[in-house]
């Protein structure tokens, strides 16, 4: 077994939150019409920072340093995790939206949405949101190890900033296909989500090693 699936395997086992796997559900919003659908990728970092909590309360992070193992490797070990759950996230969100793009898209309710619908442009604010939560509260936390307020609730008032921005957008002259209810505008809509993977990895990256550096220079 690789170190990656080790690490994967401890985090599964003794740290994670049963709420981390739970709140996939709520990927399922997608097919809500009339209502901000992007909000459940809230839900979905919300069960994530379950995880941080349950592992701040058994102790996790000073059992982790007491293994054979580096301080780098338990930051890895917590990205692993994360980004297992957001590839999940992201597997369920972009197939709930190929159902509504394909089988759904001309029924009634969507068309006449005045909400962002399910589409790529949806996947990739999606990943937009995750990218932000890794590189504000997950590095934020690795800054002490202990504490992780401030870091959410800054990734709080900027992930619902995001969220209230796809909908405005979608109301500007010129921007009226980000909302499309189908596959209409497809290379901008795969455009946008090309981007929104390469920001997503390039966050996560960033995230991991500066959230490395600084538990290096923690004296638990």
Same mark, same amino acid.
């Given at each position: 077994?690789?170190? @990656?699936?080790?690490?994967?395997?401890?985090?599964?086992?003794?740290?994670?939150?049963? $709420?981390?796997?739970?709140?996939?559900?709520?990927?399922?919003?997608?097919?809500?019409?009339?209502?901000?659908?992007?909000?459940?990728?809230?839900?979905?970092? $919300?069960?994530?920072?379950?995880?941080?909590? @349950?592992?701040?309360?058994?102790?996790?992070?000073?059992?982790?340093?007491?293994?054979?193992?580096?301080?780098?490797?338990?930051?890895?070990?917590?990205?692993?995790?994360?980004?297992?759950?957001?590839?999940?996230?992201?597997?369920?969100?972009?197939?709930?939206?190929?159902?509504?793009?394909?089988?759904?898209? @001309? $029924?009634?309710?969507?068309? #006449? @949405?005045?909400?962002?619908?399910?589409?790529?442009?949806?996947?990739?604010?999606?990943?937009?949101?995750?990218?932000?939560?890794?590189?504000?509260?997950?590095?934020?936390?690795?800054? #002490?190890?202990?504490?992780?307020?401030?870091?959410?609730?800054?990734?709080?008032?900027?992930?619902?900033?995001?969220?209230?921005?796809?909908?405005?957008?979608?109301?500007?002259?010129?921007?009226?296909?980000?909302?499309?209810?189908?596959?209409?505008?497809?290379?901008?809509?795969?455009?946008?989500?090309?981007?929104?993977?390469?920001?997503?990895?390039?966050?996560?990256?960033?995230?991991?090693?500066?959230?490395?550096?600084?538990?290096?220079?923690?004296?638990?």
């Amino acid at each position: 077994m690789s170190e @990656n699936a080790k690490l994967l395997r401890k985090e599964i086992k003794l740290a994670s939150s049963p $709420l981390s796997y739970f709140f996939l559900a709520f990927t399922l919003m997608a097919f809500i019409p009339g209502y901000p659908i992007l909000v459940s990728q809230f839900f979905i970092c $919300l069960g994530l920072f379950q995880t941080f909590q @349950n592992g701040r309360e058994s102790n996790d992070i000073i059992y982790s340093v007491m293994l054979p193992i580096s301080k780098k490797s338990i930051v890895k070990a917590r990205f692993i995790f994360v980004v297992f759950i957001e590839m999940i996230d992201f597997i369920l969100t972009l197939t709930f939206s190929l159902i509504r793009m394909g089988l759904m898209s @001309n $029924l009634s309710p969507y068309l #006449t @949405n005045p909400l962002m619908n399910a589409n790529f442009f949806f996947v990739g604010f999606s990943l937009l949101i995750l990218a932000l939560f890794n590189l504000i509260f997950v590095r934020g936390f690795f800054k #002490t190890g202990y504490y992780f307020a401030k870091s959410f609730i800054a990734f709080i008032v900027i992930a619902f900033l995001l969220v209230a921005a796809s909908e405005v957008l979608h109301y500007l002259p010129g921007l009226q296909f980000i909302s499309t209810s189908g596959f209409e505008e497809l290379p901008k809509q795969l455009i946008f989500l090309c981007v929104s993977i390469i920001v997503f990895v390039l966050f996560t990256i960033w995230g991991e090693i500066s959230a490395a550096k600084s538990f290096e220079k923690i004296d638990l």
